[in-house]
């Protein structure tokens, strides 16, 4: 059984952009809304990991009690901003705000988060459309791909349905051609899929809802949960103990798909910088 090292490959791609970055000078704009803890934290790991690849960083942070005209206009100034060309708005957001108005008025060009119709439907035709992909999804295709781990002809059961991860990694599975599944909370005998896979991705939110009778020996195993367990502890959806015994591949948490979601992000502000700099 192999671990799926998404903290040092994630270093590693974080460092390729480095020569791109001193070219083209990229800047990453945040916007912070609130104090939640864990979007603390992430903005904190995208920063660092800016630092690292020398991308620029500018955060904005509001407090909760903003108005939706307010961050939208807040938005729009940093869309028209041409010295930005990455911009995330940092999820969730307080219950006042509609999330949907807020990921359609982010410029579709720097939205390194990959949450806009326009790049989720660009996505949708072909990989090499897959130019600002959502990055959980994009981390975990580049975290298979540095492992040569084969996707054509697989099967691959994507458990959660979301549209950041689940729905769209199931897109970017079928673009390299396996035979995918994707389950929900309405599938019906969720087991009967996840024996069937050769490559398991869970996105789901709950702890141990993979456990070892639930997958076939030899799966490769990537675990998107993000949960605290009650000691505190981040863990993942999957029984890490047991399932790793059957995996010939499993992600940890930490140190998994976390990392490989900031690194994914490094590499689509890069990217939206390029694909600017080439159109002006
Ligand atoms: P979500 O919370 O929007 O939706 C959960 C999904 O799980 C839904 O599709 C739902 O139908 C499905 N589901 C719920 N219970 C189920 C069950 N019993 N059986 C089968 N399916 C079930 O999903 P999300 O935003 O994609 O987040 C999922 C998890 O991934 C969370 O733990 C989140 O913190 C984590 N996450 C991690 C990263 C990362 O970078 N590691 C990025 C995004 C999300």
């Known amino acids: 059984m192999t671990i799926l090292d998404g903290k040092a490959l994630s270093e590693e791609l974080v460092d390729s952009v480095k020569d791109k970055a001193e070219k083209l000078s990229p800047t990453l704009a945040v916007i912070l809304v609130g104090e939640n803890p864990a979007s603390m934290a992430y903005v904190r790991n995208k920063k660092k990991a800016c630092e ?8 904005h942070d509001f407090e909760a009690t903003i108005t939706q005209e307010d961050l939208l206009k807040k938005i729009d100034d940093i869309n028209q901003d041409p010295n930005v060309n990455g911009l995330i708005v940092q999820l969730p957001l307080p219950d006042h705000i509609y999330v949907p108005d807020v990921i359609r008025s982010v410029d579709p060009s720097k939205d390194v988060d990959g949450f806009h119709a326009y790049n989720i439907g660009k996505m ?17 295709v580049k975290l298979l791909d540095h492992y040569d781990i084969p996707i054509r002809g697989k099967e691959v059961v994507v458990v959660g349905h979301s549209n950041i991860v689940g729905k769209p990694i199931s897109m970017m599975m079928l673009n390299r051609d396996a035979t995918v599944t994707t389950c929900h909370i309405h599938t019906k005998d969720l087991s009967a899929h ?17 456990t070892a009778d639930m997958v076939k020996d030899g799966v490769v195993v990537v675990d998107v949960g993000m949960n605290r367990n009650d000691d505190g502890k981040l ?39 390029e694909r600017q700099k080439a159109s002006q």
């Open 194 to 210: 996840t024996k069937r896979a050769d490559i398991l991705i869970v996105a789901v939110g709950k702890i141990n809802l993979i």
């Open 235 to 273: 863990c993942g959806d999957v029984d890490f103990e047991n399932v790793s015994k059957k995996a010939s591949y499993i992600t940890p948490v930490p140190g998994g798909v976390g990392p490989m979601t900031v690194a994914a992000l490094i590499l689509n502000t890069v990217r939206a910088t």
């Open 52 to 59: 690292r690849a020398g991308i620029e960083y500018i955060q």
């Open 124 to 140: 949708f035709l072909s990989p090499e459309f897959e130019d600002l992909p959502p990055a959980t999804p994009l981390g975990i």
